[in-house]
């Protein structure tokens, strides 16, 4: 079966950085593109950032654009958030989701259980 388990939350400083990892398993990783999908307290649903299957395009939410990065090995059947200069705002439960398509965006069939970035000085 498709799993999904993030790591790397945490608690960061305003600018301070934190790395986000999503393990994937049950399904042809390579083959479907990946979101990070994030959800603060009391607020909806929120795309932060997504990655073809094969690493040729990404998306970004505007207020995360040139400080957070995604990327994907393949390899390690993982995709990854890297997000830098951090904000007050950008604290939220984030979710690895898979596509439905090797190139889509918020067509996601699979979620993971979240792992919570908290950023307060």
């Known amino acids: 079966q498709v799993q999904l388990v993030e790591s790397g939350g945490g608690l960061a400083q305003p600018g301070g950085s934190l790395r986000l990892s999503c393990a994937a398993s049950?399904?042809?990783?390579?083959?479907?593109?990946m979101s990070w999908v994030r959800q603060a307290p009391g607020k909806g649903l929120e795309w932060v950032s997504g990655?073809?299957?094969?690493?040729?395009?990404?998306y970004y939410l505007d207020s995360v654009k040139g400080r957070f990065t995604i990327s994907r090995d393949n390899a390690k059947n993982t995709v990854y958030l890297q997000m830098n200069n951090l904000k007050p705002e950008d604290t939220a439960l984030y979710y690895c989701?898979?596509?439905?398509?090797?190139?889509?965006?918020?067509?996601?069939?699979?979620w993971g259980q979240g792992t919570q970035v908290t950023v307060s000085s």
């Open positions: 989701a898979k596509e439905k398509y090797p190139s889509s965006w918020h067509e996601n069939d699979y």
């Open positions: 049950g399904f042809t990783f390579s083959s479907y593109a």
């Open positions: 990655i073809y299957s094969d690493g040729s395009d990404t």
